[in-house]
């Protein structure tokens, strides 16, 4: 599976976007894929994540409520709207697909990564 991560930019504070995660080669749709990111200086972590059906997601605490993940089995992709963006949203961020049918918090078991997609929020 190779996949491709669009929809970054530059905003302001209190703006929004949408991520795209599109998948080419093989399918993802029987895949938990999960939205990483990584600022300058830190360690990559852990955004939000979505099984296969899209029935079942989840979220790091400082994305909750503002971040949604769903996703299109028809389309192959799965997004990530981001809303109410904050200076410390900015990072590069990653869609991975998972080796199994759930979504999960960690990095083991993301067989598959996108290129990132650089989302700069100003203040």
């Known amino acids: 599976v190779q996949l491709q991560a669009s929809g970054g930019g530059l905003v302001q504070a209190g703006a929004s976007l949408r991520l795209s995660c599109a998948a080419s080669r093989r399918t993802f749709s029987n895949n938990g894929v999960g939205w990483f990111r990584q600022a300058p200086g830190k360690e990559r972590e852990f955004v939000a994540a979505i099984n296969w059906r899209g029935g079942s997601t989840l979220y790091a605490d400082s994305v909750k409520g503002r971040f949604t993940i769903s996703r299109d089995n028809a389309k192959n992709a799965v997004w990530l709207q981001m809303n109410d963006l904050k200076p410390e949203d900015t990072a590069v961020y990653y869609c991975?697909?998972?080796?199994?049918?759930?979504?999960?918090?960690?990095?083991?078991?993301?067989?598959?990564w996108g290129q990132g997609t650089q989302v700069t929020v100003s203040s």
């Open positions: 991975a697909s998972h080796l199994s049918a759930y979504a999960s918090r960690t990095e083991d078991g993301y067989r598959y």
